[in-house]
């Protein structure tokens, strides 16, 4: 049996927005959008995982808070989970992705109706439209 793999994905928020990031690989989801982030590695809390993954990934250190509502089992032996995150120093640049961008609800929501994210993170990115918006 292979161990289990848990993933953390980062909702990076600054004021109304959220940071999403448009994969490069594999072909499935390559410009796609997705919440960035990636595997929790032995001897990491999530938290530590998702410092190290948004640093990587980004160019970017951040704080990390709560957990959104949802975790997400796409298949056995894999969780995704997704916590909330802002940017302590840094401005996030597509290091490991195709690019960047900050959305507000109504753009978030536009890429989710589009089918324009990762569907692992529809779930999120539908909490966080709801969220922005009463910001
Ligand atoms: N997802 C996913 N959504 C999402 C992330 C960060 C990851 O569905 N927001 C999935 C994609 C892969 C698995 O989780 O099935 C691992 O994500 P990945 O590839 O971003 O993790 P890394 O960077 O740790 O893995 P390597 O590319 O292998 O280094």
Redesign the pocket.
Known sequence: MTDP?L????AVLAGHRMLVAQ?D?PEE?AGLW??????VETGESPAEALVR?LC??LDVVVSVGAALHDA?R?KPG?T?I?MRAEIVSGTPRAL?HRAVRWVDSAELAALVEAGRM????LG?AQEMVAELRTK
């Not at 993933?7 to 980062?10: E, H, I, L, R």
């Not at 997705?34 to 595997?39: R, S, V």
């Open positions: 793999v993933v953390v994905a980062g994969r690989y989801v997705e919440l960035p982030g990636g595997k993954e990587e990934e997400v796409p894999l995704l997704a490991e990762v569907p692992n993170d999120w």
